[in-house]
């Protein structure tokens, strides 16, 4: 005998669970099923997770909803008022800062273990969603009246609906051949922690240049010593020599990528390199499915707005699916999962063309591509009505 829900949701990540705990509010059933088994370990401060999140205010206001920020302790979070973005190959550089526009912070820095962590707290206290966890789709069946699910466990579930939050990899995306544009940003992104000298004052840094495109995202500080996770986005080759460099060679490549601003005193979690890849489903939904985060759509994290997107998507479709089932509409009709697609689709392409611009500007090194760009930021910077925008877009306040 199959076990009925409303909606089944494959994947517990960030985005897969948020939007179970939202859904799970309009008392709908659910199923959330994901093959980790939900623990996370944290690792102790200063050996701040390698994975960390900016996290918008947007994104903030739905986990405060969802009753998961007020659960991650103040010590795991660093709110960020300025950001400097400078052109390492000239003189060209933007400030944003929190205040001019408006603003009490430009975002918060959050491990993404702590985040998911916390998230999966909820759940387990949310009444009406069943975790599964440790557990994998073996096969299913979808169509207009409903999905009909078997996991790797033998339990057999059915739904309205089926939320695919199953990451970049997808594999109902691939499964229901949702055709994809896609293509390699041609990086890898190394992240990890590191120590630094100088007070990070709350800013984001980042730095495009030769050495690639360089982060430095602050952190809390510990017994007044000083530690930003980093991103360092470069070519596939460069990333596989830096991951082997001694630490204090590493150290020293960081000081001269990062124009000098920091002394770099050690690192203290393992270096990862994770491959990047733009990615982008041409429908977000079919009769029974829809896709949500990171299995709709992958971007540079340059900007950090990958899961900034996927939160977007959770709103969008809480918001949807809610108002049809207190109009008594069936939650996998395609009418109903199409009203969700348009609400996102054209914000998510507008940000993935947005990051696509920016990396291939940056990317370029002629001396006369450098001249204008330089010349654009010192406008750019100039323009604060301009900039306030910008800043209210990354917020998802606009
Ligand atoms: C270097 C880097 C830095 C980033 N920085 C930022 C940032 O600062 N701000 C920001 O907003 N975004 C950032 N992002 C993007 C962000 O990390 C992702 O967009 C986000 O984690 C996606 O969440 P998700 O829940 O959609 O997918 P995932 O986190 O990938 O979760 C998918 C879940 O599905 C489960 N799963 C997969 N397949 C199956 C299956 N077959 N059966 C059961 N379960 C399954 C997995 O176990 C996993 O738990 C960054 C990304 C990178 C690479």
């Known amino acids: 005998m199959a076990k009925s829900y409303d909606l089944i949701i494959v994947g517990a990540g960030m985005v897969g669970t948020l939007s179970a705990i939202l859904l799970a509010k ?52 660093a709110s960020y008022d300025n950001m400097v973005v400078w052109d390492g190959l000239g003189e060209g550089h933007v400030d944003f800062n929190a205040g001019e526009a408006v603003m009490p912070e430009l975002g918060h820095l959050v491990e993404n273990a702590v985040l998911n ?8 206290h949310a009444k009406n969603i069943d975790l599964y966890l440790g557990d994998t789709l073996d096969s299913h069946e979808l169509s207009e009246s409903g999905v009909r699910v078997e996991l790797a466990s033998g339990h057999a579930l059915d739904a309205q609906v089926i939320i695919a939050a199953d990451g970049a990899l997808s594999k109902l995306r691939m499964e229901n051949a949702f055709d994809t544009i896609e293509w390699d940003y041609g990086h890898h992104a190394i992240v990890t922690t590191i120590e630094i000298a100088q007070p990070h004052e709350n800013t984001a840094w980042q730095s495009f240049g030769e050495e690639g495109i360089l982060a430095f995202l602050p952190l809390p500080s510990v017994e007044q010593k000083h530690f930003v996770s980093i991103v360092w986005s470069v070519p596939p080759q460069e990333a596989e020599s830096l991951m082997t460099l001694d630490e204090e060679t590493f150290c020293r490549r960081l000081h001269y990528a990062m124009n000098k601003r920091f002394d770099v005193l050690g690192i203290t979690q393992t270096r990862q390199s994770i491959p990047l890849r733009q990615r982008h489903a041409k429908q977000y939904v079919k009769a029974g499915l829809a896709l949500i985060g990171d299995a709709a759509h992958t971007i540079h994290p340059l900007a950090g707005q990958g899961a900034n997107l996927g939160f977007g998507d959770v709103k969008a479709l809480v918001e949807v699916l809610e108002k049809a089932h207190r109009r008594g509409e069936h939650l996998g009709a395609s009418k109903v999962l199409r009203r969700y697609q348009r609400a996102r689709m054209l914000d998510n392409i507008a940000m993935a063309a947005g990051m696509e611009s920016f990396k291939r500007l940056f990317s370029t090194q002629q001396p006369f591509i450098v001249q204008l760009r330089n010349i654009g930021m010192k406008r750019f910077n100039q323009n604060a009505s301009l900039k306030m925008k910008l800043v209210a877009k990354a917020a998802g306040l606009s």
């Open 26 to 77: 309009s008392s709908l059933r659910i199923a959330l099923v994901d093959k980790h088994n939900g623990e996370y370990r944290l690792s102790t401060p200063p050996a701040y997770d390698a994975r960390v999140s900016a996290i918008s205010s947007q994104s903030k206001a739905l986990l405060e909803a969802a009753n998961v920020w007020q659960g991650i302790a103040r010590d795991r979070i």
């Open 117 to 124: 962590q916390q998230l999966m707290e909820q759940a387990r």
